[in-house]
Structure formats: structure tokens, C-alpha cells
């Protein structure tokens, strides 16, 4: 099984400025996935973190608001941009393994805007 | 387009006695059924899944769930709880005609609470 290394696990940021959080997994995945995790909701997939291209958003998020980079099979970013209040949450990485059926996870990171 | 229902909120049982969380689901090709367990302040653990096979799946902790096709439902059990499985536990899904391109839709969560 894959481990999944994320960073920073938390952080309070001023309204307005970016955060970007690192996601490493010490094996191959084939996909990679950013999902957000609101107070007290369920998770809810922001992309799908494509290697060498541009990522694949879902409906209600965009890119020039969460800019996501893959450079390689085991190594993904998500930025936050210019952020607000309602972007407080726990952002989630995971990986899905070669037999296409486990979804990995990494701890969190848990974004507060003031 | 896929989706995930898990109708409790909470669910309180006492310590040693059985427990059951329900998830029911819809998609339109075979599911991929999953079950996550999150502890505070930590992320999600893998806990067991169904592809294909035997419909009661066993998993790790001691729990098991049993995929019912016609009722489109995926519960977990556990014959007997323990205060430490307490948590917030989460069923998903996946489209098995995605081929793996599609990211897992979650249920909204059933915290879990075994009384002493």
C-alpha cells in the first residue's frame, strides 16, 4: 500500500494571499486526486491531478482558483489563491494504486483564513 | 452520474453489542463500493471494499459489509463494538466503467459512538 506525505498539515493564512500544500507518495500511483473536506461536511473531489498536463476540474472549481501541478507519478501541488473565509477546510490528498481500486490517503491539511 | 446516501447522522451503541452503519448508492455501470473510517485530526483509513466476488466482504478491525445489489445498499457491521472504533465513517463509491479515471464520490458520514 502507498504512504502519502503531506505538508503543511495546517495553516492560518490572511485573506487574500495563496498557500500551496505538497503532496508526495512514496510509490507509483496511477492517479492522483485533491478532494476538500468542509467543517462538518462530507469530501468533495476538487480535480484530478493529471501528470504533465492540465488538471481535470469538477463542476464549481477552477483552475486560476486551485491551480494544481502533477510533474511526476509520485508528486502533486495544490494553490490555493486569493483566499477567503469559505476556503477554510481540510484539503485531502490521495492516490490510486496500480490495481485501480484503493484510494490512498494523506493526512490533511487544515486551512483556516482569517 | 454517481451518488452516495448514508442516512444517519449518528449512531450509538453499546459497548460489546453488534453495530450496523447503512450506505446505499447509485450508479449507472458496477459499483466499486468502499468504506473509510477518519479518526480526529487524522485522514481517512482504508477499511475494506467490493469489486467483484463474495458479497460480505471482511475488512480490518474486525468489520465486514455486505454488498445487496437489489437494494443497492453496502452496510457495515461489526458483531461486537469496541469504545475505540468511535469515529467518523465514510461510504464511497466508483463507477467500475470509469476505469479508474473518475475519483470516488463520499457519503456525507455517520459518526460512529460506542458507549462504555
Known amino acids: 500500500s502507498a504512504v502519502i506525505s503531506q505538508k503543511p498539515s495546517r495553516d492560518i493564512c490572511q485573506r487574500g494571499t495563496s498557500l500551496t500544500i505538497q503532496c508526495q507518495v512514496d510509490?507509483?500511483?496511477?492517479?492522483m486526486f485533491w478532494y476538500r473536506q468542509q467543517p462538518g461536511q462530507s469530501l468533495t473531489l476538487i480535480a484530478t491531478?493529471?501528470?504533465?498536463?492540465?488538471?481535470?476540474?469538477e463542476s464549481g472549481f477552477v483552475i486560476d482558483k486551485f491551480p494544481i501541478s502533477r510533474p511526476n507519478l509520485t508528486f502533486s501541488t495544490l494553490t490555493v489563491s486569493n483566499m477567503s473565509p469559505e476556503d477554510s477546510s481540510i484539503y485531502l490528498c490521495?492516490?490510486?494504486?496500480?490495481?485501480?481500486?484503493?484510494?490512498?490517503f494523506g493526512s490533511g491539511t487544515q486551512l483556516s483564513v482569517l | 452520474a454517481q451518488s452516495v446516501a448514508q442516512p444517519e447522522d449518528q449512531v450509538n451503541v453499546a459497548e460489546g453489542n453488534p453495530l450496523t452503519v447503512k450506505c446505499t448508492y447509485s450508479?449507472?455501470?458496477?459499483?466499486?463500493l468502499f468504506w473509510y473510517v477518519q479518526y480526529p485530526n487524522r485522514g481517512l483509513q482504508f477499511l475494506l471494499k467490493?469489486?467483484?466476488?463474495?458479497?460480505l466482504v471482511k475488512g480490518s478491525y474486525g468489520f465486514e459489509a455486505e454488498f445487496n445489489k437489489s437494494q443497492t445498499s453496502f452496510h457495515l457491521k461489526k458483531p461486537s463494538a469496541l469504545v475505540s472504533d468511535s469515529a467518523l465513517y465514510f461510504c464511497?463509491?466508483?463507477?467500475?466503467?470509469?476505469?479508474?479515471?473518475?475519483?470516488?464520490?463520499f457519503g456525507k458520514g455517520t459518526h460512529l459512538i460506542i458507549q462504555p
Open positions: 491531478a493529471n501528470q504533465g498536463s492540465e488538471a481535470t476540474y
Open positions: 490521495s492516490g490510486l494504486g496500480f490495481a485501480n481500486e484503493k484510494l490512498f
Open positions: 467490493y469489486i467483484t466476488g463474495d458479497n
Open positions: 464511497a463509491v466508483r463507477d467500475g466503467a470509469g476505469g479508474g479515471a473518475d475519483g470516488l464520490t
Open positions: 510509490s507509483q500511483v496511477t492517479m
Open positions: 450508479v449507472s455501470g458496477n459499483p466499486y
